[in-house]
């Protein structure tokens, strides 16, 4: 599966757009991107996922690139209950998830 | 909306103890999997499970571990001899059979051991 590169952290303003970036330049025509978070200790939880496409679903949008090397979650207004680690995974899909450090999303009254 | 459960959420066992961890997958679903996690660190992969048999499993997930689904509802993860470093999360996912096979977690169970 291909790896993917993310900032550690970034703060946004509440009701403020949270775009978070994710670089994967090595993804193949046949990898997805997901979306997971992770609040606090609870159990990652699944956002929004894309091939090719821009994605919207009633939690977030997901932009990737025509390249496809790169993608954007936007939380179009973050709230207090959106920090969290969030975690940008490439892949089939048909194997285990890999996750690396994510990044660690403060929204900020 | 149909989720996955995990039981029990707090598990505290001494050292050299056999603990079984138990999972409802979301009833549909048919690929399995658990994940661990030790306090600070990354989610890690141990085992994912489909037509009741191990399909992959990681380095971590070595002799002292096993997994069944003994009926057609719960899946469990069982350590045979805990050790202190076996205390983490552990969370069981599960996912459906068809692209683009999102999984969805359980909210996880804390195992310390003493």
């Known amino acids: 599966d291909a790896k993917t590169t993310q900032p550690t952290s970034m703060d946004c303003a509440e009701g403020r757009a949270a775009n978070l970036p994710c670089n994967h330049s090595?993804?193949?025509?046949?990898?997805?991107v997901y979306w997971y978070r992770q609040i606090h200790s609870q159990g990652p939880q699944y956002i929004i996922h894309?091939?090719?496409n821009n994605e919207t679903n009633e939690m977030a949008s997901l932009i990737i690139t025509e390249d496809r090397k790169s993608s954007t979650l936007i939380l179009p207004h973050a709230t207090l209950r959106d920090t969290a680690v969030y975690y940008c995974?490439?892949?089939?899909?048909?194997?285990?998830?890999?996750f690396g450090t994510g990044t660690r999303l403060t929204v900020i009254p | 909306e149909p989720e996955v459960t995990q039981t029990p959420s707090h598990q505290v066992t001494q050292m050299g103890q056999e603990v079984i961890l138990r999972c409802v997958p979301i009833?549909?679903?048919?690929?399995f999997y658990w994940y661990r996690q030790i306090l600070g660190q990354k989610v890690e992969f141990l085992v994912s499970?489909?037509?009741?048999?191990?399909?992959?499993k990681s380095e971590i997930f070595d002799d002292q571990f096993s997994v069944e689904r003994p009926d057609g509802s719960n899946f469990t993860l069982k350590i045979r001899s805990t050790k202190l470093e076996d205390s983490a999360m552990y969370f069981c996912?599960?996912?459906?059979?068809?692209?683009?096979?999102?999984?969805?977690f359980g909210p996880g169970t804390r195992l310390t051991v003493t």
């Open positions: 996912a599960s996912r459906p059979g068809q692209p683009p096979y999102e999984q969805y």
């Open positions: 090595t993804i193949s025509g046949n990898e997805y």
């Open positions: 894309g091939l090719k």
């Open positions: 995974i490439v892949g089939t899909g048909a194997n285990n998830l890999f």
């Open positions: 009833s549909n679903h048919l690929y």
């Open positions: 499970f489909y037509n009741n048999e191990i399909s992959e």
